[in-house]
């Protein structure tokens, strides 16, 4: 940039001010989280703005040209790619528009920006099926607005003109509670518009103080201190999944997919992108649906559903611990209602497909997949960034995660959530459980239980650990169809076991969190009783136990194992029957019964 008179900036000094604007943003991500009302107020803007932003950081840093289009395109791209929320989506849009018009352009001046502005915030609107004011749109707009009429009254220095579009931006902020009664009534201003400020005010100061923008940290705006949505304020009742993806293909009908999804029962419509690749955004309670109906124009990747109602629990929630678990734990349903806990979906792959675990796949359909698909049915660990979201959004409204992890001994999961964790000031503690299925949920359900009454997460962890010591999952399968097929025991054994009628049985748990073969039992009326009589030998009476019994698509079979197990020890506090989930269908396949048992004290159990 030249030192007297700013006319224009080149590739190098934009990256540096986008990187500036960035860590303002990420800077201001719990307050953000505080003041999210509209469209929902789920608390999640902050930590959507922030994970969008931050790939789009790294993406900068390993960027070495100095030609502004380049720049831009590179932007846009990890932009649609990263992009989270209703926030992330509108301003993945408007930077694609800036990257569309400064094509060829080496140099940024201020009639370029102008344009590319307009451009921008055109795109923006029209990604949104139903543009609101009082949003991040208002304040694009008047940015855009503000740079044209610097233009037009002939302002050549761009830092001139960017400021004065920064303080058409302030306005338009404030104005945002008048527009929208719901921002009125909570005392906030809108939470993605102000990210959007809080981008531009970055920028702005690396335009004026250079390099020392870089420096620190930035402070709150004095206005909007101290400010905490009320709990009052209630979420979109119709539509619980915040459901998001990418669609590639060679050339996609935006009209025809916007026509398409506008059939679906949804709302908060956002499609942002160009002709090869679009980040869909829309809330919906089937998210399933949502991406089966996209996967009829291309590619459907990076696939994500968060429980806005979870969500919103959590942000007006009081309590300094929150429990995380990973889907191949086993739980009740109602402890997600009632108690601190959150859960990151396991992938399913079968074939070219990818699909979340419980969310875009129910266990019937899970089931029926295991039964029918010409594809083996696996599962694989989620991304290290799901995790990542999570706990940023989690510790913006908590002290303290407490992540219950399956076996480091049969998943990779464990160390995906660990990676996440790493780069949070120790504010996350990964507790491997080395359990799965029932096992790992009761222990995470004693965890959860736990910070509902107040522990902290330090007395958590140490109880965890003891309980872990003494708990134990065990399993029989009834079909090994799926085992086979996935490669996870040989073609051999499968004809044997139908031929002699065998079961094979496993424990989890105890020490080394492996799956360990216990034993063969031949299949006839009596086994389930049998099965339970033999693990039982296991756990003394004197102790005071609690237990879960799953099963994999074969409720009669597994409630007359809960049956049997209170039978046989009435004094022990089972839940209601549950359905097991992929970690254990995948390898056990349809017909496998579950059961997990963990003291209630873990100083009094006693393990033979």
């Known amino acids: 940039m030249k030192s007297r008179n700013h006319v224009h900036i080149d590739a190098r000094v934009l990256k540096h001010a986008l990187m500036a604007g960035i860590n303002r943003v990420l800077a201001e991500r719990d307050l953000l989280n505080r003041i999210n009302v509209f469209p929902v107020p789920d608390g999640d803007t902050g930590s959507n703005l922030g994970f969008t932003l931050i790939t789009v950081r790294d993406g900068l840093k390993s960027l070495r040209g100095r030609h502004v289009g380049s720049l831009f395109e590179r932007l846009a791209s ?92 302030r306005e338009a902020l404030a104005n945002t509670p008048n527009q929208l009664p719901v921002l009125r009534r909570a005392g906030v201003v809108d939470a993605g518009a102000q990210g959007f400020l809080n981008l531009l005010e970055g920028i702005d100061d690396y335009i004026v103080r250079g390099r020392s923008a870089m420096q620190g940290t930035t402070e709150a705006h004095a206005a909007l201190d101290g400010v905490m949505v009320s709990a009052e304020i209630e979420a979109d009742a119709t539509h619980r999944w915040c459901s998001e993806c990418v669609l590639s293909a060679r050339s996609i009908d935006r009209a025809a997919v916007r026509e398409a999804l506008d059939r679906l029962d949804g709302s908060s419509l956002v499609i942002a992108g160009t002709r090869e690749k679009l980040r869909v955004h829309m809330h919906v309670d089937e998210p399933a649906l949502l991406f089966d109906t996209l996967a009829q124009f291309g590619d459907v990747r990076s696939c994500k559903a968060d429980d806005m109602q979870a969500q919103q629990r959590a942000a007006h929630t009081q309590g300094e611990v929150v429990v995380v678990i990973d889907s191949a734990a086993d739980i009740p349903a109602d402890a997600l209602e009632t108690l601190p806990l959150h859960v990151v979906p396991v992938r399913i792959n079968v074939g070219p497909r990818d699909f979340l675990d419980k969310v875009s796949l129910s266990a019937d359909a899970f089931y029926e997949l295991l039964r029918t698909s010409e594809h083996p049915v696996r599962t694989s660990q989620p991304p290290a960034g799901d995790f990542r979201r999570l706990f940023e959004f989690l510790l913006s409204h908590h002290e303290e995660v407490v992540y219950v992890g399956v076996s480091r001994a049969i998943s990779g999961t464990l160390q995906a959530g660990e990676a996440a964790s790493a780069a949070l000031g120790g504010r996350v503690r990964v507790i491997d459980s080395q359990n799965v299925s029932g096992g790992q949920g009761l222990l995470a359900l004693h965890a959860a239980e736990r910070a509902f009454e107040g522990a902290d997460a330090a007395t958590i962890t140490t109880e965890l650990i003891e309980l872990r010591e003494h708990t134990r999952t065990f399993a029989y399968a009834r079909d090994l169809t799926s085992a086979v097929r996935g490669g996870r025991i040989p073609a051999w054994a499968l004809p044997i076991t139908r031929w002699l009628s065998l079961v094979p049985m496993v424990r989890i748990g105890g020490g080394d969190g492996r799956m360990h073969i216990v034993g063969v039992g031949r299949d006839h009326r009596e086994f389930a009783n049998r099965f339970v009589t033999r693990i039982l030998r296991s756990f003394d009476r004197e102790s005071t136990w609690r237990a879960q019994v799953m099963h994999c698509d074969n409720p009669r079979e597994g409630a007359a194992v809960r049956q049997a197990l209170l039978d046989q020890r009435p004094e022990i506090a089972c839940s209601e029957l549950l359905e097991a989930g992929s970690a254990i269908g995948a390898h056990a396949g349809p017909g496998a019964i579950v059961v997990a048992i963990m003291p209630k004290r873990a100083p009094d159990a006693i393990i033979r």
């Open 78 to 169: 990890e932009a649609i790619d990263a992009a989270r929320g209703n926030s992330g989506a509108i301003l993945a849009q408007f930077l694609q528009g800036l990257s569309e018009h400064l094509v060829g352009h080496s140099r940024l001046a201020v009639g370029t920006l102008a344009d590319a502005a307009s451009l921008g915030a055109s795109q923006a609107r029209l990604a949104i099926a139903e543009p609101r004011e009082g949003t991040m749109l208002s304040v694009i707009s008047a940015f855009a607005s503000a740079l044209r009429l610097a233009c037009d009254q002939g302002a050549e220095d761009l830092r001139v003109a960017f400021s004065r579009a920064l303080a058409a931006s």
